[in-house]
């Protein structure tokens, strides 16, 4: 206790306003970096004894705020198998984080290992990595020390994408079982996804160029050491990678990545627009993943999450039936309330797939999603991954095949098995999908923007005084607080045709986002601002 309280004192936790206290939110602890110190201090307390409740299994920190501004940064705790936070310890962590004294500190540190019958003497490991954002370096700084003090073994990665971090917790937890996830190093992660990659393209070559926008962030000096890894003479893919100015902190995420595309509509205005181009955008950690061209005729178009599941669901549900498992294995879609109406339609009456609505934030969809033998699952924002059972990658590589198709189809679906992420949605991983599904179906972007027409929609984020009166039930998608609210919101919505429209409490900001969709754009808009002047 005494190391604790010495090596605390290096690492003070900046008093928040009268009646504000940090709290693990849904990506961790995230706010300007200046505040995250003392955090990143006490979450390498907190990590240090979760390794210890989980018989010394590795436990992940990751230092990122993702598509946030450059000041900004966050810390994220990642669970042994690479899959977030136990939402239990959310509240320890928050517990701990807000400790007034050094002494309070330990004394919690103490008593969370009394409670939880730890033995502080048993061996902990820690693996972390952190973003470009140069304050990234002093908040791994404080998190060593906390790791030193209680003597907890740590591996630091350095500079890496989320997802990234999250593959090696994995690999670390399951080196030498049946489990084994992959070669436990950032060389390891590139060799899996670039073998994986050729096995699933299976001969299919890739179309043209297609550019990524890295937003700046971390995904483009990973993106472009991804690329050494895959020979051109086997495997040409031809990749243009932009915005990835790492160097230069203060343009991160701005005017550019994942985030500004799906809020704005729009391309990034730079590098200028080239008309029918393939492109993607990564955000700032490279978790996150949008598709989009640019028409001649009618202009802008991006292809969103619910774009990118339903290819996936589309081409799985295909793979699935051709390899004879569609009585075996349970495939399914995890949505959110911010999924288009349309894309759920064409999910479940067109793929006729099951669909499930969460509520937003990854730890919820990947839940759903693993009660699937195949669970595809995509936030509209474009985070999302495909998770298969052990009992589907078994039935991949054990099935006796029938014929020649079925073969193919089941070595199809043990390539994507190991090219998708099974920790957490990947930007790049996805990307590599969705290029092999292009390659595979031929198709281009503007023949993928064909298979459904969404419903317009409106995102309004509307200012209120306290959110915490707003309370959602139904996966969001109703308000049981403040009474009669929903039965307000109700009634408007029943004007409109095709009309749907719900009001949330922001998890991650003291808001309320209100989320409508109608027919047409003038009533999607109407509905919108209706709904948001019965919560203002
Ligand atoms: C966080 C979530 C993201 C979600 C967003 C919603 C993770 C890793 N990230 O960024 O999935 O879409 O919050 O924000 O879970 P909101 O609650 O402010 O609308
Ligand atoms: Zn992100």
């Not at 939880?116 to 973003?131: E, T």
């Not at 990545?257 to 704005?264: M, P, Q, S, W």
């Not at 929609?457 to 607080?481: C, I, M, P, W, Y």
Request: hydrophobic fraction near 40%; aromatic fraction near 8%.
């Amino acid at each position: 206790n005494e190391q604790i309280i010495a090596a605390s004192k290096k690492h003070p936790i900046v008093p928040l306003d009268e009646g504000k206290a940090y709290k693990y939110g849904t990506a961790g602890f995230r706010m300007r970096a200046d505040f995250l110190e003392g955090v990143s201090f006490r979450v390498g307390l907190l990590s240090a004894l979760r390794s210890r409740k989980l018989n010394s299994q590795a436990i992940g920190v990751m230092i990122t705020a993702s598509h946030n501004p450059a000041a900004d940064n966050g810390i994220k705790i990642v669970d042994p198998m690479g899959e977030m936070l136990e939402q239990e310890w959310e509240a320890y962590s928050t517990k701990l984080v807000n400790c007034s004294t050094d002494q309070e500190l330990a004394d919690t540190y103490t008593a969370l290992a009394e409670q939880f019958k730890i033995d502080l003497s048993s061996p902990a490991k820690v693996v972390y990595g952190r973003d470009t954002r140069p304050s990234g370096h002093t908040l791994v700084g404080a998190l060593a020390d906390a790791l030193d003090a209680t003597g907890t073994k740590y591996v630091d990665y350095k500079i890496l994408t989320t997802p990234q971090l999250h593959y090696l917790v994995r690999c670390t937890n399951t080196e030498n079982t049946p489990l084994s996830y992959g070669e436990i190093s950032e060389a390891g992660y590139y060799k899996k996804l670039s073998e994986a990659f050729i096995r699933a393209l299976a001969g299919s070559k890739v179309q043209g160029t297609l550019t990524v926008d890295c937003a700046n962030g971390v995904g483009g000096p990973k993106l472009s050491e991804f690329l050494k890894y895959v020979p051109q003479d086997v495997c040409p893919f031809d990749v243009k990678v932009v915005n990835d100015a790492v160097h230069r902190p203060e343009v991160l995420n701005l005017d550019s990545g994942a985030d500004f595309v799906k809020t704005k509509q729009r391309a990034p205005p730079s590098p200028a627009p080239v008309l029918d181009a393939r492109c993607c955008s990564f955000d700032g950690d490279a978790d996150r993943l949008i598709y989009y061209y640019t028409d001649s005729k009618t202009g802008f178009f991006m292809l969103d999450g619910d774009r990118i599941a339903t290819l996936a669901a589309s081409f799985i549900g295909d793979l699935v039936r051709a390899a004879g498992l569609q009585e075996e294995l349970r495939t399914g879609v995890v949505q959110t309330a911010y999924a288009n109406g349309a894309s759920t339609q064409y999910i479940e009456e067109h793929l006729r797939l099951p669909v499930v609505c969460t509520s937003t934030g990854v730890k919820h969809l990947h839940h759903a999603a693993c009660n699937f033998d195949i669970g595809v699952y995509f936030e509209a924002n474009g985070h999302g991954t495909v998770v298969f059972s052990p009992d589907a990658l078994r039935a991949f590589k054990e099935k006796e095949p029938q014929s020649p198709a079925q073969k193919e189809a089941l070595d199809s679906l043990a390539a994507l098995g190991d090219l998708i992420n099974q920790t957490v949605g990947d930007a790049l991983s996805d990307m590599l999908m969705v290029e092999v599904i292009l390659a595979h179906k031929a198709w281009t972007l503007k023949e993928w923007s064909t298979t459904y027409s969404d419903l317009p929609n409106r995102l309004v984020r509307v200012e209120v005084g306290n959110k915490d009166l707003f309370q959602a039930t139904d996966a969001e998608r109703r308000l049981s607080h403040p009474p009669g609210a929903q039965d307000e919101i109700d009634e408007a919505v029943k004007k409109y045709t095709k009309g749907r429209s719900f009001a949330r409490a922001s998890g991650t900001e003291n808001a309320c986002r209100v989320y409508a969709e109608a027919a047409t754009r003038v009533e999607a808009d109407e509905l919108a601002n209706k709904v948001a002047a019965i919560v203002r």
